[in-house]
Structures are given as structure tokens and as C-alpha cells.
């Protein structure tokens, strides 16, 4: 079998292992040069403390840097997927569509690393086999898979909520002797799929992005669907430069509106109930190009079940006068869950693909594949023989890259013993009995629910405050209450359950990974950052100082 690709490519930027540990203790670890980490490190730089990067990819970049499949694009509007500390940042990159492809994602943050000199800060190519806190020396050790040791005493994880993507471990998968590739880990050289056949193996985002520019060039493409997904189009284009303009004259006013504590675009009140008329109106928009911002413009989408079944009629409405084949638009169909409460996917012709010839689907539903063999796929009704197979079968979200560490606390206590029953964590930043450690955009915060990178900066601010504050008292720790992390699970269950993201099986669930504990992971209520900031006002209200 040839193996999905994991090399890195490349990289000016590898360096050499550490092999011995610094003299002193660093004040701080940092895990992950994705966007969270990439501002973690400035902060701790600008405010004068030592820090050590350490990121298994080649350069920086994070989720962007693996994930190079075709198509692969961010799902919201690239003006927002941006920066907000540093307005000459902001007016000196430009991006250049509505929806950036990932080279050009991955371009901005080397351009952050280059712009602010973050890479001597890291190890690249390095990879965080354990994280252990001496109790003793009131230090996290943290070990790396090149042989480093080093110490510091603040841990800051930031791994990103989609970086660890789900393994290829279908029975039979290394008897495939084909080629295999997984979207969250594809080559860094351009794969041609012309005259080829092809299996893409599952219907999320890495899918319904990749699918139509591969149907172009292979032979015959089979998509196996065990369940189908909501899309809405992205209508994408390139950004004129009035749009450029408007955003950046808007540009002071959006940040006050997130350092605020409101959502920085409009959205309707909770207490809007629209009227027929007006609910038809409203579902419109999702088929205006905004995407997943077009949805937050319908009034209680994800908590209000007549609004919601209005938004999934009309997307199922445009399936079915876009697909064809009538019978094939109705395998395409999602009907088992409310639209949003799985992330809906942003394409460019995923349904139109469907049309063409050289695309089958094989809805795994009626024929379950059983193995895969050495020439192709095998389902109950048939084999499919294929060149290539594609995985695209998500990630580990939330937790996986965490967990993927031997992470302990004190006495010795692991990371996976303490979430053996799903995350437990206090705002998502910090959990029990880890002293020190701090999770950007982790479990039981908003993360992958919001604008993930404006969200790792709301995080690394409050982090950076948090270990001012220890600093400030002379105090050796920081660390989250059991009661308070209880009652804070305790709330992000209880929003969850106001909504209706609990009726789908989802990854923000962990129903896509086998084994996995069944617990709605974001954050789903109002006013996340003005309870953090009040936390911190309080004196760090649910934190106790240890000396």
C-alpha cells in the first residue's frame, strides 16, 4: 500500500533538537504554531518572558499547513479570518477572495511568523510526546519525540480543535495497494488523478471541498455517504478593492465590538419570532453566498424548531432542483438532523458534481462498506476497484491532539483519566488538578462554534493576563477549582441542552470517532468573553493560587 503522506516537505525553518534542557526554566511552553500559537509566543515575547515553540509540522501554519487538499478553503469570509491585534497588520495584508484557498491561508501566517520574527521561537519537526508536572519544582517537563527535555512554568497548549484527523483504520486498509491519501495530511507535491478511479470516503467539509476538482481530472469518482450533509454555496469571487476598503474603515469598529464582549455582526434578537412571510424571507440568505454567517442571521436557528425546519426545507429544496436524478437527490438529502447542529459545509458545485457522469454515490446507509480490499472499497452489495482512495473521515475534534500527549497533573494524574467520561474543563482554558496548563479555544469554550482564530486571540489575551496575575502576587500557580470546572461543565451542558445541537450525531459530540464519549464539547451559550472577563475581575473567581 502506498501510505497516506505525513513528511512535512521542506523547511528553512527546522532546527536542530535542544538535546539538553536550558540552564534555567523557561516561564513558558508553548504547544502548536497554528494562529493561537503563533500569537501566543508574540505575547509572551513582547511582555519579556521566555518561551520555548515546539510544532510537528515543518514551518507554521497549523491545521493550514496539513491540510492541502484541493479545494481546501476556510468557510467563513477571509476579512474575518484574520488578526485584530495590530492594525498595521491588518492594513498591510490583503486578501484577495472572498473565501482564501489554503496556500493563500497558509501565506498569511508566514507572513505574521516573518513580520513579527516568530520562528526562532520554535522547534519545528517536533513533536510533544509527554507534558508532566513536577509538583516538587512547581514546573511542567515537557519531553519531545527528538529527544528534547525542557522546562517551564507556565504550559500553554495550543493544538488547535481540528488537528488531529481520524486514521484510515477501515478493516483492510493496508491491503489497499493503491494510493491512499487523508485530506488532514496530503502532500505537499500536487497529486494528478487523471485517468484515474477514485474513492473519497466520507461527506464532510474535506470532501464536499476536494470532491468536484477531483471529479474534474479522474476517470470515475465514487463518493461513499454514510450520512448526508447540509452545504450551503460560497459563491465565491475574487474581493474588489471597495470591499477591501469598507472592511478596513469598518475595521476599528469590528474590534471594539469582540474586546466588547458583542457579536461583532449583527444578528437578530432572541426574542424575534418572524412571521411566515418573514421566515421565508429570511432562509433565503442562506443560499447568498455568506454561508455560515447567513445562517446566523436566521433568528434561534439551532434552538427554535419551526425556524429551523424552514431553513432545512429550503436547503433541501435547492437539492432537489439542483441533483438531476431524483433518486439520487434524495440519498443527498439530509433529513436525520436539524440543520447546524452538525457544521454546515461551504462548497463551490458540490451538489452540481452529482450531474456529472464520472460521479457515483454509494450511500453507505443501504450498502455499509466492509472492508477494504487490495484493488478497491467493499460494500455489502458490491466491490468498487479504484486507483486511489481518499479519507476523508474527519478529525478528532476538540480533544484528539490533546489526548495524543501524556499529559499529567499532579499526582501524576493523566490528562485521559481526568476526561476518560468526555472534557471537563473551566471556561475551556484550564482544567482541575493541572496547575499551569492552559487549553486555547479547548473544550467547553465557543471555538469551533465562532470565528476560531478571533477566538484564539480572545483566549491568549485572557492567558496572558492570567499569568501576569500569578506574577503579580508572587504566588507559583494558577489553577482551576474542582468546583468551579464542575459547575462550568454543568453550564455548557445545560446551554447545550436549550438547543438542538444534542439531536445530531456530531463531532462536536464525538460520534465520529469510535469509543469516543458521546459529550457536546463547545461552548453554546451567550456572553462567553464578558464571564471570562468577569472571572478575572473577580480576582480569578474559580482559580485558587498556589505558593
Not at 516537505?9 to 497554528?34: F, I
Request: net charge negative.
Amino acid at each position: 500500500m502506498a501510505p497516506a503522506t505525513t513528511h512535512p516537505g521542506t523547511s528553512a525553518a527546522v532546527r536542530e533538537p535542544l538535546h539538553t534542557t536550558p540552564a534555567a526554566p523557561l516561564d513558558a511552553v508553548v504547544v502548536g504554531a497554528g494562529f493561537g500559537g503563533l500569537y501566543m509566543v508574540h505575547r509572551l515575547r513582547e511582555a519579556g518572558l521566555t518561551v520555548q515553540g515546539i510544532e510537528a509540522a515543518g514551518d507554521v501554519g497549523g491545521t493550514w499547513w496539513w491540510n492541502r487538499y484541493p479545494g481546501a478553503r476556510c468557510d467563513i469570509p477571509s476579512l474575518l479570518y484574520s488578526y485584530t491585534f495590530s492594525d498595521e497588520l491588518q492594513a498591510e495584508w490583503r486578501w484577495s477572495e472572498k473565501y482564501a484557498t489554503q496556500p493563500e491561508i497558509l501565506a498569511y501566517a508566514q507572513h505574521v511568523a516573518d513580520r513579527f520574527d516568530l520562528r526562532p521561537q520554535f522547534l519545528f519537526e517536533t513533536r510533544v510526546t509527554s507534558a508532566v508536572f513536577d509538583e516538587a519544582a512547581k514546573l511542567w517537563r515537557v519531553k519531545t519525540d527528538r529527544g528534547d527535555e525542557i522546562a517551564a512554568r507556565f504550559c500553554v497548549m495550543a493544538t488547535g480543535c481540528l488537528s488531529a484527523p481520524r486514521d484510515f483504520d477501515l478493516p483492510g486498509a493496508d491491503t489497499f495497494e493503491g494510493e491512499t491519501y487523508v485530506t488532514g495530511l496530503w502532500p505537499h507535491e500536487p497529486i494528478d488523478f487523471t485517468g484515474k478511479r477514485v474513492a473519497v470516503i466520507g461527506t464532510g467539509s474535506s470532501a464536499v471541498q476536494s470532491t468536484p476538482l477531483i471529479a474534474e481530472q479522474a476517470e470515475q469518482v465514487y463518493v461513499f455517504q454514510r450520512t448526508p450533509n447540509y452545504s450551503l454555496p460560497a459563491l465565491n469571487a475574487p474581493l474588489s478593492d471597495e470591499e477591501v476598503a469598507g472592511f478596513r474603515a469598518n475595521f476599528p469598529a469590528y474590534v471594539e465590538l469582540l474586546r466588547s464582549g458583542q457579536p461583532p455582526l449583527p444578528i437578530p434578537s432572541a426574542d424575534y419570532v418572524p412571521s411566515d412571510e418573514e421566515l421565508n424571507a429570511l432562509v433565503e440568505q442562506l443560499w447568498n453566498g455568506w454561508g455560515l454567517i447567513s445562517a446566523v442571521q436566521i433568528p434561534n436557528i439551532v434552538r427554535d424548531e419551526r425556524c429551523n425546519q424552514a431553513a432545512g426545507d429550503f436547503v433541501r429544496a435547492k437539492i432537489a432542483r439542483i441533483v438531476k436524478d431524483p433518486a439520487l437527490a434524495e440519498k443527498l438529502t439530509p433529513r436525520s438532523f436539524p440543520i447546524m447542529t452538525k457544521r454546515a459545509c461551504v462548497d463551490t458545485g458540490w451538489y452540481e458534481t452529482f450531474n456529472r457522469d464520472n460521479v457515483e454515490l454509494v450511500d453507505l446507509r443501504d450498502t455499509p462498506i466492509t472492508a477494504i480490499t487490495p484493488t478497491g472499497v467493499r460494500t455489502t452489495d458490491r466491490d468498487y476497484p479504484v486507483d486511489v482512495i481518499v479519507s476523508a473521515l474527519g478529525f478528532d475534534a476538540m480533544t484528539g491532539a490533546l489526548l495524543r500527549m501524556d499529559i499529567r497533573g499532579r499526582g501524576g494524574l493523566s490528562l485521559k483519566d481526568a476526561w476518560a467520561e468526555g472534557p471537563k474543563t473551566y471556561l475551556g482554558l484550564a482544567v482541575a488538578g493541572f496547575p499551569n496548563l492552559f487549553t486555547v479555544t479547548g473544550p467547553g469554550s465557543p471555538s469551533v462554534l465562532t470565528n476560531v482564530l478571533t477566538a484564539a486571540e480572545q483566549h491568549v489575551d485572557w492567558i496572558m493576563d492570567a499569568i501576569a496575575h500569578v506574577r503579580a502576587t508572587n504566588a507559583a500557580t494558577l489553577e482551576a477549582t474542582t468546583d468551579a470546572q464542575e459547575d462550568w461543565v454543568a453550564h455548557v451542558n445545560e446551554e447545550a441542552d436549550k438547543t438542538l445541537f444534542p439531536r445530531a450525531a456530531s463531532w462536536y459530540m464525538g460520534a465520529n470517532i469510535p469509543g469516543k464519549p458521546r459529550v457536546f464539547m463547545p461552548y453554546v451559550g451567550e456572553g462567553y468573553k464578558l464571564h471570562c472577563d468577569a472571572v478575572a475581575a473577580e480576582g480569578y473567581a474559580g482559580f485558587a493560587l498556589g505558593s
